[in-house]
């Protein structure tokens, strides 16, 4: 599997641990505010091949104490499996990002041990998960079956909405909400814009707005903060 970014070390991917983040190519949406497009499109090249990460995830035992897979979203392949397998064998706790899409795999990573802590982005309230997704239709059935897999995994877990001023409102929190309802832990996360961000005209809501979205998931989720409002 090709690796398409390699962070050697962060504090802040993996709650709680010491790890490093390992970027996949290859995406199922397009979100028009993505900090990643050019791995969600595979126009980025990659930077190693598999076994030159093994090779660092050697040399680094007893150094990191997890490792954050992300993308792109790494389901888009069925390589995933192999690579969450040799990271796992070399006594590393993974963390894995998602956004949902594909259950099936998700479901055989639960099934076979090969996470320890799963991020799953929800995009938004049901009727604006396409608009928001950058595609013209999603499935919102494959997307509730992951939340429920999540949910009733017994894998430390947390969901997460990126949100922008454009394509939020109060009526989009309480979408979420109801996808979520019971969950252990949320976070809101106002969007940063970057360079890498394809499409101009996307701006973080204010910190009164975004306290009022909060207030709202607090009648939803247990735990429930605003990751990143800070500049973080």
């Known amino acids: 599997m090709k690796i398409y970014g390699l962070q050697k070390m962060t504090l802040l991917d993996f709650p709680g641990k010491v790890a490093c983040t390992v970027f996949l190519g290859g995406c199922n949406f397009r979100c028009p505010f993505c900090h990643n497009a050019e791995l969600a499109d595979l126009s980025a090249p990659p930077v190693m091949e598999e076994e030159e990460l093994f090779d660092f995830l050697k040399k680094r035992q007893g150094l990191l104490e997890g490792v954050a897979v992300t993308g792109g979203e790494p389901l888009f392949s069925d390589e995933i499996f192999g690579l969450l397998k040799e990271i796992k064998a070399l006594g590393y706790p993974v963390k894995l990002d998602t956004d949902g899409g594909y259950p099936e795999r998700l479901k055989k990573i639960i099934d076979e041990k090969l996470a320890d802590y799963i991020a799953m982005d929800v995009k938004n309230s049901e009727d604006k998960y396409a608009l ?3 595609v013209g239709y999603v499935d919102m059935s494959r997307i509730r079956e ?6 009733n995994s017994g894998i430390q877990y947390e969901f997460r909405t ?7 409102d109060e009526d989009s929190f309480h979408g979420i909400g109801r996808l979520v309802n019971g969950a252990e832990n949320y976070f809101i996360q106002p969007f940063k814009d970057r360079d890498t961000v394809r499409f101009a005209g996307f701006s973080a809501p204010s910190s009164e707005t975004l306290k009022s979205y909060l207030n709202i998931m607090k009648r939803y989720v247990k735990n429930i903060e605003i990751r990143g409002a800070d500049g973080s």
């Open 132 to 134: 928001t997704c950058g």
């Open 146 to 151: 992951s939340i429920s897999l999540i949910m």
């Open 162 to 168: 990126t949100v922008t001023e454009e394509l939020f």
